[in-house]
C-alpha cells in the first residue's frame, strides 16, 4: 500500500485500484480507519485527537487526494502529499 504522507504518527496510505467511493487509509498504532475523500465519512476507528487531525489533513488536500484516486486507479505512481504542520 503506497504511503502519501506521514504526520504526528499517522500514515495517510492508498492502495492501488481499491474500491469505491474515492477514499484514503489512515493507520495510527494498532487503529486504523478508511476515510471518505469527498465526504469524510470514517469506517474503523481512530482516537478522537487524531481524527480532528487526519480530517484537517483531507480538507486542505482533497482535490489533490481525488487526483491521486484517479492515478491508483490507473496503477499510475503515486505522488506524496505534503504533511499536516
Known amino acids: ?3 502519501l504522507s506521514r504526520f504526528l504518527g499517522v500514515v ?4 492501488y485500484r ?5 477514499h484514503f487509509h489512515a493507520i495510527y498504532g494498532e487503529f486504523e480507519a478508511t476515510v471518505d475523500i469527498r ?3 470514517i469506517a474503523g476507528r481512530l482516537p478522537k485527537r487524531v481524527l480532528q487531525h487526519v480530517e484537517e489533513w483531507r480538507t486542505l488536500h482533497r482535490s489533490e487526494l481525488l ?3 484517479d492515478l ?3 496503477a499510475q505512481p503515486l505522488p506524496k502529499i505534503e504533511p499536516l504542520e
Not at 12 to 15: D, R, V
Open 1 to 3: 500500500m503506497p504511503e
Open 12 to 15: 495517510i496510505a492508498m492502495y
Open 18 to 22: 481499491d474500491h469505491g467511493p474515492p
Open 39 to 41: 465526504t469524510g465519512a
Open 67 to 69: 487526483s491521486v484516486w
Open 72 to 74: 491508483a486507479r490507473a
